[in-house]
Every structure is written in structure tokens, then in C-alpha cells.
């Protein structure tokens, strides 16, 4: 008994001296701005292949090299010559013609799936343990009533066809990474932390020194958003979202509901990352809180000029074509 206990003080006092002898994993500190809050501001990118939602062919949120490899594969065999390895050249000529769909557009983006703790991520999505989205019933309908796309009236068609929301959700929020012109840039003052996001030039304006929220009635396409510093985080609430501004990312989309409310934080890990999370809190359309995590790298920039008018000024053009073969079949025997 008495060498039983002496063993188990040794190991004891060992462990602690090995304790005392390893220094602690350093947590990083991000830089500091001019007024002393940590420093986000330049250019990131958060394209990936990662989805949001898990696809079936992982088994867990940890991606093996093999389920990796047999997602690169899958998309290269889905977009084909729509996808560029490289980055695309400014000072070189046009992209080469994509012979299935010379009309579409050529995609630029990282064909790897995103590291967060240097371990792959299967999806963003880590609450729920399967990484799916948790629809209420509610939450399936309108979902299903957004993705209904009619010719019937100007209020049927999808805002990202109107370029008043961007083709993905890039601008969120949630931010969701896209498949080209995947670039933000953080710009910080006193009092406000602004978000340039390069397709469909949105910037959100996030208000620091007031937490106060618009009145209900008010649904901006960005929603509302205010926030603060936790320490090294900058945490965003956001509220007011617009149910007529869905969520469409790779892997799946999403509705919110007017009592919809978002908080996202934003942590720099490393010189060269940042940690985004969000968490959505919507009791109407999601049977639970869930919650996403996302990294963001330095980008090479510059921030290109994104314009987009095709969608409105063919409006009229698509209504009116309705029109015709909602004639053409009344008038047929």
C-alpha cells in the first residue's frame, strides 16, 4: 500500500514539473488601430470548397485526405472548364472558351477545402453535429417559396437577379464564400467597422457606440447591424433581416424570418487569419440555434469594380415574353 502511494506522488510530482517545463501555446494578438481596438482592417477572401452544409460523402466535420479528394474531384468533374486552378492574369488575354456554356461565367476560386486548426473542414456548418441546417417546417416552406421562381411580377424574381443582392450571399450576413469575386476589405474608425464586399459593391456598416436597432418594420437587404469588442472578438448582432433577401451559398440556402437574429464574431487567429463564426438565432424557421465557423485569409486585391445591371434592365424584356406565351397558349385550340 505505502509503494503504491509513494508511485502515485512520484508521477504526480513529475507530471507537474513536465507541466511547469512546457511553456503554454502563445494566443495570438492582433495588432492594434490608433484608437487601441484589435486590427482587422485589409483585404481577406473566404473562398473555399468547403460547403455550408455537409455533403454525404464525409463522415464528420474532420475531412480525410480521401473524402478531400473525392470532393476536389467531384467539382471539377461538375464545372469543368468553367474553373480556373490559377489566379486569373489582369495583363493577359480573355479566359479560354468554355465549350459547354460559352454564356457563363469564368469561375476563380481556391479548389481546396478550408483549414481551421490546420484540420479540414468538411462544412461550416458545426452545430448541429451533422452539419445540416435545422428546418422548422415553417422554415422548409419558405425556403421552398423562395426558390419558386415565377414570370408572374417584378416582386417574383430573385434579388440576385436584380442585383440588389449578390449572386451567393458573399455580402451575408452570414458571409458566404462564393465562387468569384470572393474579396472583402475591413476598414475601422471610431465608432464604426465598415465591410467592402467586391461583388455587387456592398459595403456594411456596422455601428460600435450604439446598440439600439431600427424599428421592426424595417428590413434592410444587409439587415441592421450593430457591435462590440470581447476581448480580441468583434462580435456583430444583426436583426431586421429581410425574408425577401434569402441565403444562397454552396451546399444550400436559407430564409430568415422577421424575428430572425444573427451574431457573428470576428477573431484575427493569426497574422494571416481570421476566424469567422456566426450563430442564427430563428425560433420561426430553425427548430434550434446553429452555428458556423469560416476562416479568411489574406487577399491579393485590389478590390475590382463590380456593376451589375442585366438583371434590371431585362426585366421588362423577361415580363414581357411571359406575357406573349401566356397569349399564345389561351389562343391555342
Wanted: glycine share 8%.
Amino acid at each position: 500500500m505505502r509503494i503504491s502511494v509513494l508511485l502515485c506522488a512520484a508521477v504526480a510530482t513529475a507530471s507537474a514539473l513536465d507541466a511547469q517545463a512546457t511553456p503554454a501555446a502563445a494566443v495570438y494578438s492582433a495588432p492594434r488601430t490608433a484608437s487601441g481596438d484589435p486590427d482587422l482592417q485589409g483585404l481577406w477572401t473566404n473562398t473555399a470548397l468547403t460547403f455550408l452544409q455537409r455533403p454525404p460523402i464525409f463522415k464528420g466535420l474532420i475531412a480525410t485526405d480521401k473524402e478531400a479528394a473525392m470532393m476536389i474531384a467531384g467539382f471539377n468533374s461538375l464545372v469543368g472548364d468553367l474553373v480556373s486552378t490559377k489566379p486569373i492574369d489582369p495583363k493577359l488575354g480573355p479566359p479560354p472558351v468554355v465549350k459547354e456554356a460559352p454564356q457563363s461565367d469564368y469561375l476563380e476560386m481556391d479548389l481546396h477545402l478550408a483549414r481551421i486548426g490546420g484540420q479540414m473542414r468538411s462544412s461550416w456548418i458545426v452545430e448541429p453535429a451533422d452539419g445540416r441546417i435545422p428546418f422548422s417546417d415553417a422554415g422548409k416552406k419558405a425556403n421552398k417559396a423562395a426558390n419558386a421562381e415565377t414570370l408572374d411580377d417584378p416582386e417574383s424574381r430573385p434579388a440576385s437577379e436584380r442585383c440588389l443582392t449578390a449572386i451567393g450571399s458573399p455580402e451575408g450576413p452570414p458571409m458566404m464564400n462564393t465562387g468569384f469575386n470572393g474579396n472583402y476589405q475591413i476598414v475601422q474608425s471610431p465608432g464604426f467597422v465598415a465591410i467592402h464586399i467586391e461583388m455587387n459593391h456592398d459595403v456594411r456598416i456596422i455601428r460600435m457606440a450604439d446598440r439600439g436597432h431600427l424599428p421592426d418594420a424595417i428590413h434592410p437587404w444587409l439587415g441592421d447591424s450593430v457591435g462590440w469588442w470581447e476581448g480580441e472578438t468583434l462580435v456583430v448582432e444583426t436583426t431586421n433581416l429581410s425574408p425577401k433577401a434569402p441565403v444562397m451559398s454552396l451546399g444550400g440556402g436559407f430564409v430568415f424570418s422577421p424575428k430572425a437574429r444573427l451574431t457573428e464574431r470576428f477573431t484575427r487567429t493569426a497574422k494571416d487569419q481570421i476566424l469567422y463564426e456566426f450563430a442564427i438565432d430563428d425560433p420561426v424557421n430553425f427548430t434550434k440555434v446553429w452555428r458556423a465557423e469560416m476562416p479568411m485569409r489574406p487577399a491579393k486585391g485590389p478590390i475590382y469594380e463590380y456593376a451589375c445591371h442585366e438583371g434590371n434592365y431585362s426585366l421588362a424584356n423577361a415580363l414581357l415574353g411571359a406575357r406573349a406565351e401566356e397569349r399564345l397558349k389561351a389562343a391555342a385550340p
